[in-house]
């Protein structure tokens, strides 16, 4: 059966690696054979990857909600932008979370140009020069054209700050999407750091979200248009910054009517 | 009076940028005087670019031919993709005619990747790596990313090739538009060529085209949409390559009406 993939192209239902997207988000068999059937049987010509997701995420909250929102993380990462979060200030977020410092949107003086950088992080004297790419829509990968364009900023950068300072300079891409196979021969032929969704093997962006419960508030899924623009307004931009908030102040700050919030803190206790 | 950019904004129509637009076709003062009032008093709000070129093309016809083709040669140049031409066979033709070698769409070993170059040109022993940014619609102008990202590609291409070859390389980003500030910065500090629309003062794209008659078909305001394919399916891409035949040729190879195939011949032999 053919379905409607993010980039607009269809392509035939593939049972094994949706099943193995279960599997993936850390799904027991159990679950995975239970949901693959359940999904499989409601399908209809052209979903979308989206339809497919929405149901898959309400039969995983049923057996377990920290795997729904694993399951959904990816997601709930492209609606960031739209509802209103900045991703550069999301990832400068989870880059503190691991000892870094960082700015963000920092002016920096090159050999020819002045560059805007989307973060520069600090770690043990080494700086951290990010080049962000972020895509709202699913169906991107992120392209070698990124890693060279910012290769080359990262050398014009270099060659100012090397005349006076001993400091070493890492260039990095980071992106929410998959990268292409050339971006990742050349980032590494080229000793450029990736980071995006799936890449690296070890320490990839949902790896360093899951690995310390940095969840964004969007993955909640009792969390409806209004919640999410609540939240942003407020800049709470993790789940787990819910916790300091009891259901009378969801209510009165947020002016949430006290099912949902309720459900958002239900859901907050079981996610961090 | 407010009209209508390419790029979607609207702005305050400006008479003298209109009136200067026509000097710089090559207009005597006499015709500018003129058209400028004779569009002026025609203009509605919120006419777009694309609708004053047209009224303006009308007029600047009626006083010389060749005048009007300067005038609609960017947008010329802009319905070649469209049209069903290739630019790079576009740009490569115009090298050629300035005594280059040139091969589109070679494949380039790097050092870190293979790299596919849009055209790469040869003269007095120098080889000329270009990269081309092609846009089919107004109101895009060429940034520094285009120019880092060939500057990056460029640095992989010579690492891979100074090893074992004396020969020098010359980095160039060819384009239809105008480039940014930065972008002309940033190339001018790097030794990349550019060239582009009013770019370089001397030697500019259209300077280029001018200097030797080498007009795209697109340019011929008798051409319509089914000439243009008629021609683009024959290859046949500089309105001088029209001098080859004769009114019956066109009528025969093309099918084109005896009244349209004898304008087309009027106004060629009036271009080159």
Not at 51 to 79: F, H
Not at 114 to 132: P, Q, R, T, W
Not at 209 to 223: D, F, H, M, Q
Request: aromatic share 10%.
């Amino acid at each position: 059966m053919d379905i409607l993939k993010g980039s607009g192209e269809t392509e035939t239902f593939d049972r094994d690696k949706f099943c193995r997207s279960l599997r993936l988000a850390g799904a027991p068999d159990r679950v995975v054979r239970k949901v693959c059937v359940l999904v499989e049987q409601e399908l209809r010509p052209n979903a979308s990857t989206e339809q497919i997701e929405k149901k898959t995420v309400r039969y995983l909250a049923k057996e377990d909600l920290l795997l729904a929102a694993r399951y959904r993380l990816r997601s709930a990462i492209m609606e960031l932008g739209p509802a209103g979060f900045f991703f550069e200030e999301y990832v400068a977020a989870i880059l503190r979370e691991y000892g870094y410092k960082t700015q963000v949107g920092t002016i920096m003086k090159g050999h020819c140009l002045s560059h805007e950088i989307d973060i520069l992080a600090e770690k043990e004297n080494v700086h951290h020069i990010i080049e962000l790419k972020y895509h709202n829509r699913r169906g991107f990968k992120t392209d070698v054209q990124v890693a060279m364009y910012s290769y080359a900023r990262f050398l014009d950068i270099t060659a100012a700050h090397k005349k006076f300072e001993e400091k070493k300079h890492v260039a990095w891409v980071v992106t929410n999407t998959k990268f292409t196979k050339s971006a990742i021969t050349y980032a590494t032929c080229m000793n450029i750091q990736l980071l995006g969704w799936q890449y690296p093997k070890s320490g990839s962006l949902e790896q360093l979200i899951e690995g310390k419960s940095l969840y964004p508030v969007t993955v909640l899924s009792s969390a409806n248009r209004f919640v999410k623009e609540q939240f942003a307004k407020q800049n709470l931009m993790f789940v787990r910054d819910l916790l300091q908030y009891s259901l009378s102040d969801l209510q009165k700050k947020f002016g949430f009517h006290p099912s949902l919030a309720n459900r958002l803190l239900q859901e907050t206790y079981t996610l961090v």
